[in-house]
């Protein structure tokens, strides 16, 4: 199974980068990743900004994806949860998983009926930028826990 994350907006910090850079690496030797960036929405009223941003994102939507959106309103996994969820889709020959991160003001309701279920990190707020090397560290965690390696002890 492909793995495709997307974003909106560069990735500003360099540590931020670099934490992104180490898990996607990790997460390479378990799985084809691909992570896309979409044009950050500025200046417009926040309804604007999520469906011009929600636009952006889902040209970038593979046709045999499916699509969970990283949302602070969406259901809370622990992370062996969360392994569970991913084992699913990959033991039902799902060919391309992608998760999606929104831009500040998240997403529009029309980008949020293309997903299969939305997943919250944390009941806590996060920057959007902060949010992509937590979620890539889960996701590498959910593989080592697919795998029963010891990282997630």
């Known amino acids: 199974m492909r793995l495709r994350l997307l974003w909106v907006g560069k990735t500003q910090e360099a ?14 030797r378990y799985a084809p990743l691909e992570i896309l960036e979409a044009k950050e ?14 636009e952006r994102l889902a040209k970038l939507l593979p046709k045999n994806g499916r699509l969970i959106l990283l949302d602070e309103l969406g259901e809370q996994p622990t992370s ?5 969820i991913v084992g699913r889709y990959r033991d039902g ?15 529009s309701a029309e980008f949020r009926s293309l997903a299969d279920r939305s997943l919250a990190l944390s009941r806590m707020t996060f920057t959007h930028q902060m ?7 889960q996701l590498y965690r959910a593989h080592t826990i697919l795998g029963n390696e010891s990282y997630h002890h």
């Open 131 to 137: 949010v992509r090397p937590f979620f890539l560290e």
């Open 15 to 28: 540590w931020v980068r670099a934490g992104i850079d180490e898990y996607a690496g990790r997460i390479r």
């Open 93 to 107: 020959s799902t060919p391309e998983l992608v998760f999606a991160i929104g831009g500040a003001y998240g997403f």
């Open 80 to 84: 062996a949860g969360f392994a569970e």
């Open 41 to 54: 929405e500025k200046g417009a009223p926040p309804e604007i900004m999520q469906q011009r941003e929600g």
